[in-house]
């Protein structure tokens, strides 16, 4: 017997709206469970609640309040697409889904819940790789280019307007026509100082230029960017995201866990990493249309994070994801306390909620209340009431059915995780990283020659030769001025021995212009005086010159 034949079956026994409810999960595909149905304060084991596996790309919410087992559900739902040959991705961004990795722990209440809700419960772990932004924290470490990032998303992380955006755009396009790799935020720093400098400043001159302001502004945002700890992120080797998509050897779908407890204070690096790793998936994935199971499932852990403080362009590219990546095969969970959490646009594109309980301890928790119950389906439930009053793993749930039509609005009580539910010892999880086959890929980062060290090496040259070109003219200087004092000098001694003859010819007085002419050529000819001629300088050594000739001057 199917199990759409014994829902039906058994649903016969129960009132109206509840048969309509197990009318509604009878499902005649692959499907994963979620529980049993509640229905007035009773749990009916033979009415399972399932979402056809078919429809996970059409993406969902898991909301309630703290402590109400969301992460619970997430890692629920998780085990079951591994289990049905589909990969999965989890941000966990407060450390504790890590223990999907590992066989859950039998008791005394995992056995309750499973005969409560019809679950033949085994403790079972499934296939995990570990990851972690940039080598923060544990797990391997994921980097990007700024290249593959591209000015586009760049310019939307950084919140850069229009105008800079299109700087930003003119600074790559020089970057690529010159072959300078943009690895990491200090190639980009060096490109666009250089693009400012004196030298650099003609480069961009034909095609409009880059000012001294937007390049400040830029600067300046990517200097606010690295606070956020994106630096560590930006480098080699790059992480192919095709990584996502593996099946284990046994055929399970991989579970990649990001690791984010460590980084979970930089929301910023955080969003930028997810929209380059879904920008990257629906760049490089077909398109595939509905397939019979998704191409691979995210889970956004702490969803709230994701979008308190983001900026307008991360949301912007956030519905546009959700909206068009469904087509490539991809489905996206939220998971979060309040549907509010989550911008209306994207809201709209989820088609599978389960939402735990949630508290009405305030005015503004009332008013969150009426909200969500307002976003859900008509229901023969009061679900105002219902709604804080839900036990912990208890959930109301609507999903989209096979032919794509809302299920009616269903309360559950939902099965247990088979895997761990708590963190990975930290033993293990260091291990799990390290026996990774990507381990070896990933872990070392390489700091290669890029635009940086290009630029670098360029200016030591233009310094190297301005130096070889300036020490070249002050030694070409230092000749013409020694030829020039020796000039000087030599035509000071020729009218000093005119002079002599002129005066008395043989006689005593030309006698004695003689010896002073050889004593002056005597002093000009000798090395201490050359070097004091050159360590003054041209114009001081003449001075010197025509000081040293006090004849010629008494004589004037």
């Known amino acids: 017997m199917s199990d759409s034949e014994s829902t039906a ?8 709206p509840a048969r309509e409810i197990a009318a509604g999960y009878a499902v005649s595909g692959a499907a994963l469970d979620l529980g049993a149905l509640l229905w007035d304060g009773i749990c009916l084991p033979d009415v399972q609640i399932r979402i056809p596996l078919a429809m996970l790309n059409r993406h969902g919410l898991v909301a309630g309040a703290t402590g109400t087992g969301k992460t619970k559900t997430l890692q629920l739902i998780a085990e079951q697409l591994s289990a ?12 504790d889904v890590s223990g999907i990795a590992a066989p859950g722990t039998p008791g005394e209440r995992v056995a309750e819940r499973a005969g409560q809700v019809g679950q033949e419960w085994r403790a079972e772990g499934f296939p995990c790789e570990f990851y972690a932004l940039g080598g923060i924290g544990p797990g391997i470490p994921l980097r990007a280019t700024v290249t593959s990032f591209g000015p586009v998303l760049l310019s939307k992380v950084l919140e850069l307007n229009q105008t800079q955006e299109q700087s930003l755009g003119l600074i790559f396009h020089y970057a690529d026509s010159k072959g300078l790799e943009l690895v990491d935020l200090k190639d980009l720093r060096a490109v666009v100082a250089f693009l400012v400098s004196d030298t650099g400043k003609a480069e961009l001159k034909g095609i409009g230029g880059l000012s001294t302001a937007t390049a400040g502004v830029i600067l300046r945002s990517i200097t606010a960017f690295e606070q956020q700890g994106a630096g560590d992120f930006f480098g080699e080797p790059e992480f192919d995201t095709a990584e996502l998509l593996r099946q284990a050897p046994d055929g399970r779908g991989l579970v990649s866990v990001l690791e984010l407890a460590a980084v979970q204070d930089k929301p910023q690096l955080f969003s930028t990493f997810l929209m380059w790793l879904l920008a990257d998936l629906f760049h490089d994935l077909p398109e595939v249309g509905d397939l019979d199971r ?11 994070l994701l979008f308190d403080g983001a900026s307008k362009a991360f949301l912007e590219s956030i519905t546009r994801t959700v909206r068009l990546i469904r087509s490539k095969g991809i489905g996206i969970f939220f998971v979060t306390q309040t549907p509010r959490d989550v911008p209306a646009e994207v809201l709209a594109q989820l088609g599978n909620r389960v939402q735990h309980a949630l508290r009405a301890f305030t005015p503004d928790d009332a008013k969150a209340l009426r909200s969500t119950v307002k976003t859900f389906p008509n229901s023969p439930y009061d679900l105002e009431e219902l709604l804080t009053r839900l036990g912990i793993g208890e959930a109301v749930i609507t999903v989209l059915s096979e032919n794509g039509a809302p299920t009616p609005v269903a309360a559950t009580r939902l099965r247990a995780p088979r895997s761990l539910m708590g963190p990975c010892p930290a033993a293990e999880l260091d291990a799990a990283v390290k026996g990774s086959p990507l381990y070896g890929s990933y872990a070392q980062a390489v700091d290669r020659e890029s635009a940086y060290e290009k630029l670098s090496a360029g200016q030591e040259a233009e310094r190297r030769a301005a130096e070889a070109e300036t020490a070249a003219t002050a030694a070409k200087a230092a000749r013409a001025a020694e030829a ?3 000039a000087a000098v030599e035509e000071a001694v020729r009218g000093e021995r005119v002079r002599g003859r002129a005066g008395g010819g043989g006689g005593a007085g030309g006698k004695a212009a003689e010896e002073d002419a050889s004593l002056v050529e005597q002093v000009v000819r000798s090395g201490m005086f050359r070097s004091l001629a050159r360590s003054v300088g041209t114009q ?11 004849t010629a001057r008494r004589r004037r």
């Open 9 to 16: 079956e058994n649903a016969g026994v129960l009132p109206e």
């Open 84 to 95: 049905n040959g589909v990969p999965v991705f989890l941000a966990d961004i407060k450390g």
């Open 294 to 304: 998704p191409k691979l499932v995210f889970f956004f852990d702490e969803a709230h």
């Open 484 to 486: 020039a004092d020796r």
């Open 540 to 550: 001081l050594g003449r001075e010197i010159s025509r000081s040293l000739f006090g």
